[in-house]
């Protein structure tokens, strides 16, 4: 099976707000999969970091064991490929279980990317921003309890 692109963002309305996170995952260009989930009450942090693990649990179910990641929070990035360190206590426990994920793969690249080359993932977390709920195609369904749990 090929590689798998998974394009991740979170956000916040207001900070911490009502949050979003979203996904994209694409083989060869093409879209295969994409989701958003609501987040009653999150940091953007937060919300990024909730994208991220979601992503890569979607990938997972799908069969992919190599997966090339695109993020727009440079923060993010920077700490799960180990040039910053997790000071924030909020932000160690989704540390630890992203890299519990990323483990799964054979191989993987994350990679930060300006927020232009960000739009179909920002996309799916606004769209569940609006709906107050999730939204896609994902075969990882968020648990119910999560989208309180911030």
């Given at each position: 099976?090929?590689?798998?692109?998974?394009?991740?963002?979170?956000g916040?309305r207001?900070?911490?707000g009502p949050?979003g996170?979203?996904?994209?995952?694409e083989v060869a260009?093409?879209?295969?999969?994409r989701?958003?989930?609501?987040?009653?009450s999150a940091?953007?942090?937060?919300?990024?970091y909730e994208?991220?693990?979601?992503?890569?649990e979607?990938?997972?179910?799908l069969?992919f064991?190599?997966?090339q990641?695109?993020?727009?929070?440079?923060?993010?990035v920077?700490?799960?490929?180990?040039?910053y360190r997790v000071?924030?206590?909020?932000?160690k426990p989704l540390?630890l279980?992203a890299k519990?994920?990323l483990a799964?793969?054979?191989s993987h690249r994350v990679?930060?990317?300006?927020r232009?080359m960000?739009?179909?993932?920002?996309?799916?977390a606004?769209e569940?921003?609006?709906?107050q709920?999730?939204?896609?195609?994902?075969?990882v369904?968020?648990?119910?309890?999560?989208e309180?749990l911030?």
């Amino acid at each position: 099976m090929s590689a798998a692109v998974l394009r991740t963002d979170g956000g916040s309305r207001g900070n911490p707000g009502p949050a979003g996170a979203g996904f994209v995952i694409e083989v060869a260009g093409e879209v295969v999969c994409r989701g958003g989930k609501f987040i009653a009450s999150a940091t953007n942090n937060i919300a990024e970091y909730e994208a991220f693990i979601w992503g890569l649990e979607n990938v997972a179910a799908l069969g992919f064991v190599d997966v090339q990641v695109y993020a727009d929070s440079e923060l993010l990035v920077k700490q799960i490929n180990g040039q910053y360190r997790v000071k924030n206590e909020g932000l160690k426990p989704l540390f630890l279980k992203a890299k519990k994920q990323l483990a799964r793969f054979t191989s993987h690249r994350v990679t930060h990317v300006r927020r232009e080359m960000n739009e179909a993932a920002d996309a799916m977390a606004n769209e569940a921003m609006d709906a107050q709920q999730t939204v896609g195609d994902a075969p990882v369904v968020p648990d119910a309890g999560q989208e309180t749990l911030f």
